[in-house]
């Protein structure tokens, strides 16, 4: 497969996975912002990907990248910083608001590439 075909099949998967246009995707786009992936579905997604593309996730960190599924009680005030903070940061992300680490379709395309998971994630204080 070469390095072009790779990039339209994983971006093909990932509208099929997603349910957006492929037209609409780009590889700058991300799975948590901008296709509004999260919880079980970005676990999901993450696993069809592996198994589609053969991917070592080894140094996967999914906790870094999608939120918990579900509304713990704490929800609406959850919803209420978020608010907050897209108001007071005007150059923020959804993920950055909800401090997520953004994957990109590009990460994705990288990692079938590779075969391994390429992000390489910065230790938390």
């Not at 870094?64 to 907050?84: K, N």
């Amino acid at each position: 497969m070469t390095s072009a075909s790779i990039d339209e099949v994983v971006i093909a998967f990932i509208a099929a996975q997603s349910g957006h246009s492929a037209n609409r995707l780009q590889p700058c786009s991300t799975l948590f912002g901008d296709l509004g992936v999260d919880g079980d579905d970005g676990d999901e997604l993450i696993a069809a990907f592996v198994e589609r593309f053969v991917v070592d996730m080894q140094t996967y960190r999914g906790d870094r990248h999608f939120g918990p599924e579900g509304f713990p009680p704490w929800t609406p005030i959850f919803w209420l910083v978020l608010a907050w903070r897209a108001y007071s940061e005007k150059e923020s992300t959804p993920e950055s608001r909800a401090r997520l680490v953004p994957i990109t379709i590009q990460n994705l395309i990288d990692s079938a590439r590779a075969g391994k998971w390429t992000m390489i994630y910065e230790e938390s204080a």
